[in-house]
Every structure is written in C-alpha cells, then in structure tokens.
C-alpha cells in the first residue's frame, strides 16, 4: 500500500470522519485512489506523498487559492509576518490596514470584523443580523457551513425525531442530519430557492416581524434572474431583516469586491473568507455601521482572530487582485477547459453538461451510472497526471499550456468511458470502488 493511502487508513481510525472538511474526502472522488494528502503545493502542481505530481485540474484548494498554490506575494507577506512574531499581548496592525481596504472597495460599508473561516464569519454574520433587529428567525438561500443557525433548517418542526432534509431539497448536499442541534431551533432557519422570490415573499408575508436576516450566496450556480437581487433588497426593507451576502465561495472569481458589486445590490452585511487570503485562514464580516455596531452588544471574541498571519495575507492578497484583473484570467482558462470538454464529449457521444460560472465550473455526466462514470474519468486521469473531479476552479496560475494538455489527456479517457458505457465494464475497468454521492458516514 502506498504512504499516502496508508496513513490515510489511519486517519480514519484516529480522526472521525478521516478528514477535517468533507470536501477532501478521497471517497468523493475516486476511494483507494485519490491521493489523500500532499507534500508539496506550487502554482497549480501538486506533490503527493508518494512523489507523484498532478497539474490540479479540480477544486483548486476548495476555492480558495485563486492566485494559486504558495503564491510568492501572499507567502512573502505571511513569511515576515511569522518572522515578526505572529501572535503577542498586543493587536496586529495589518487588521486595521485590512479593514480599510475592504471599505475603499466597497463604499457602502464602514466597518468590519475579522475572523478566520468562512463557517465562523457566517455565524458572527448571523449573530449581529439577531442583536441588532431583536429578532431570532432567518430566512436564507444557499450553502452556509456547519453551525446551528444553519442546520437547524434540518429539524421537524413537529418536536418529533423526524429529519427533513430541506437543505438537499433547496441547496448542495443530502444526508445532513441535524443531529446535536437543538431542537428548538426548529422552524428559526428557513430556506427559499435561487431566484424564486415568491417563495421568498411568502416567508416575510408570514415570518417578516420575525427575521432578522435574509441570507444568500449572490451566485453560485446561476445568474440572477432581472430584478431578483434587487426584490431580495426591497424585501429586507420592507420587513425590517438585515441582508446578508455570503460571498465566501465566490467572492473575488467575479469582480474584485464580490460578485454583489457587479450586480450593484448593497447587502446590510457581506461576509469574505476562502480566497480572500489566498488559502490563509482570513475572514472579514462586513457591513454598514448601524448594523455593525450591534457587535458591541452582544459577545464575539476570539484569540487567534488577532494574530498578523491572515491579516497579512488578506493585504498582500487584495493588494494582487487589484494589480492583476485575476477575474478576467480565470474566466478565460474555465471557458478553454469547458469547451474543450465540450467538444470531446460530443465526438464521444458523452452527455456532460455544465452549470455555474467558468471560473467556478461544475460538470457532470447526465447518466444513470453517472457515479461509476466520474469515478472512471478521476482514476484515468490521475495516471495521466491530472486531478480532476466534477468541479474545477481555475487559479491565476494555470496558463494555457496547462489546459492544452489536460485536453489532450482526457481524449483517450473519454474514449474509454464510451466504450465502457457501450459494454456495460464502468465498474470493471475502476480497479476500486465508485465515489461516494452527498454526505455519508465513513466506516
């Protein structure tokens, strides 16, 4: 057994769930396969412990390494940081260097918090959103990490031991038992679809004197539909919710600043991390000063969110996507790689259909066995040298050479996959077992 596949083993008998983001998961991808841990990240190559390197044509760090793996400004700044001495009795002034450089961006706000994930930042969000209307109910669409505001959106409003599962009905993933949340939480987080703003009317007709937030991801997966955005704001006027715009996964892919500055909506309260450090652990709450100064009246505190490392990186981060036009880039190298799949998927006869923004693609193949499929196309792919799964983020760092040979590559690969669909080997011919689908416990 190799190193990386050996220790991963481990893993799962020390760690529960192997893995400390679910997104990491080998299972995902291709179990028994897929290298679980790397040595060395530059650019956009990847060194596993077993010296085997991959050009990463996949999540890109989750999204959250925009400018690409180890960037040499961001690590420059983190590097003397760590020299200065990262964390002391004293505050680090690059948090209020960050902090100005957030509101010169985005003019509508005066203040912000800092944390350092994205999940944490979302629940500081809603924690203000609550002090500042004295109201507990929130009304959101999207994918908003693992605190309690969130999945309580999971639990039956019965008081029985039912779980609804309404954020697979409306969001990214099945299976997420509200298990260890309250269950008077029930009925304090309510979902509404992505671009269905008479759902949304609905729940401020019945809840509006209830809610504090409304809370959405701007994009993710579509584009708003002509006026969406703008109902969503009048809607918080009207019933008095504070907006709150989680732009955690797609907030500098777009435009710097957040894809809410390219649709000209101003939140109440827009919510960074990922790749606002550039993969450091960084994260900004912000907002205009009535909402913001709710943070004084209630309790939001933590050690490590005063040590210079990610204040440093969001600085050198920012200060590169202002140089760079790293949005127009990405759009470009996620455009060349759908294309070209495209087109490879066509002469095979494949039936792969992609949603989302260029510099966020996900793909899939329309299939009955589409899990077998992709299981298929990451095992091939690996040994010609590529990370592949069903999304892929594009980083600063990838260039054309990187795309031309990625398509070469999956040419023999989607090949294969149509012959294995013809004569029914998918399974066959993986070597292991299929990738896992939405959230499932590890043995």
Not at 246 to 260: A, M, R, V, Y
Not at 303 to 311: H, I, K, N, Q, R
Not at 396 to 416: Q, R, W
Request: one cysteine or more; a negative charge.
């Amino acid at each position: 057994m190799q190193v990386g596949q050996r220790l991963y083993q481990q893993a799962k008998r020390l760690i529960p769930g192997a893995t400390q983001l679910f997104g990491k998961r080998p299972e995902l991808y291709a179990p028994d396969q897929w290298p679980p841990y790397y040595a060395t990240a530059l650019g956009c190559q990847v060194t596993d412990l077993d010296g085997n390197t991959y050009v990463d044509m996949s999540t890109g760090g989750i999204g959250a390494t925009v400018l690409g793996y180890s960037d040499p400004d961001v690590t420059h700044a983190v590097i003397d940081a760590i020299q200065r001495g990262s964390m002391c009795s004293l505050n680090p002034a690059q948090e209020v260097e960050l902090v100005q450089l957030l509101i010169d961006i985005h003019p509508w706000a005066q203040m912000a918090r800092l944390g350092r994930m994205g999940g944490e930042s979302m629940a500081m969000a809603i924690r203000i959103a609550r002090a500042r209307t004295q109201r507990d109910k929130v009304a959101f669409c999207g994918y908003h990490g693992w605190h309690d505001w969130y999945l309580a959106a999971n639990l039956s409003v019965s008081g029985d031991d039912t779980v609804n599962d309404r954020l697979a009905d409306y969001h990214l993933m099945a299976g997420l038992d509200p298990a260890g949340i309250p269950k008077k939480l029930a009925g304090t987080a309510i979902p509404f679809g992505y671009n269905k703003i008479d759902e949304l009317k609905t729940i401020v007709d019945r809840e509006g004197q209830h809610l504090a937030a409304i809370v959405m991801e701007p994009t993710r997966s579509d584009e708003p539909a002509p006026g969406f955005l703008e109902s969503v704001r009048d809607l918080a006027n009207r019933s008095g919710a504070r907006l709150v715009f989680d732009e955690i996964t797609i907030g500098w892919k777009l435009c710097l600043g957040g894809s809410h500055l390219k649709y000209g909506v101003e939140p109440d309260i827009a919510v960074f991390a990922k790749s606002t450090g550039n993969g450091h652990p960084i994260a900004a709450v912000l907002g205009n000063a009535d909402t913001m100064q709710a943070a004084q009246n209630t309790f939001i505190s933590s050690a490590l969110w005063t040590e210079a490392v990610g204040p440093a990186a969001g600085i050198a981060a920012i200060n590169k996507f202002k140089r760079v036009d790293v949005p127009k880039h990405i759009d470009r190298i996620g455009r060349a790689v759908r294309d070209g799949l495209a087109e490879l998927a066509t002469e095979n006869n494949l039936p792969l259909s992609f949603s989302a923004h260029p510099a966020l693609t996900q793909y899939r193949f329309d299939h009955p066995h589409q899990a077998a499929i992709q299981t298929l196309w990451t095992v091939r792919m690996l040994e010609r040298g590529f990370l592949t799964a069903g999304l892929f983020c594009p980083m600063l760092s990838h260039e054309s050479s990187h795309v031309s040979a990625f398509l070469n590559a999956c040419e023999p690969v989607f090949f294969e996959i149509s012959q294995a669909i013809k004569d029914q080997s998918l399974e066959q011919r993986i070597g292991g077992p299929v990738k896992h689908t939405g959230f499932t416990r590890l043995a």
